[in-house]
């Protein structure tokens, strides 16, 4: 019976510190000029830690360029 109990404690100790911290995102934290016609665009997750003392710091963070285009305007006459 106290192997069962030892068990029982283990996986309640495990299930409490799997439970610890929460990550959301990413989102967009940063827009920048690349270039002429580029922009680089940050993006980081956030972490939100429950473990001993409440703490929310930033998480893994990456970067794309993508390119931008001017988009002539339309020559057709507009409909009434």
């Given at each position: 019976?106290?192997?069962?109990?030892?068990?029982?404690?283990?996986?309640?100790?495990?299930?409490?510190?799997?439970?610890?911290?929460?990550?959301?995102?990413?989102?967009?934290?940063?827009?920048?000029?690349?270039?002429?016609?580029?922009?680089?665009?940050?993006?980081?997750?956030?972490?939100?830690?429950?473990?001993?003392?409440?703490?929310?710091?930033?998480?893994?963070?990456?970067?794309e360029?993508?390119?931008?285009?001017r988009?002539?305007?339309?020559?057709?006459?507009?409909?009434?």
């Amino acid at each position: 019976m106290a192997n069962s109990s030892r068990s029982v404690a283990a996986l309640a100790v495990l299930a409490l510190l799997s439970g610890c911290t929460t990550t959301a995102g990413p989102f967009v934290t940063n827009i920048s000029g690349a270039g002429p016609g580029m922009l680089r665009i940050d993006k980081c997750e956030v972490e939100f830690t429950t473990w001993g003392y409440q703490h929310i710091s930033t998480g893994e963070c990456t970067s794309e360029t993508v390119s931008i285009e001017r988009v002539a305007p339309s020559t057709a006459p507009r409909e009434k």
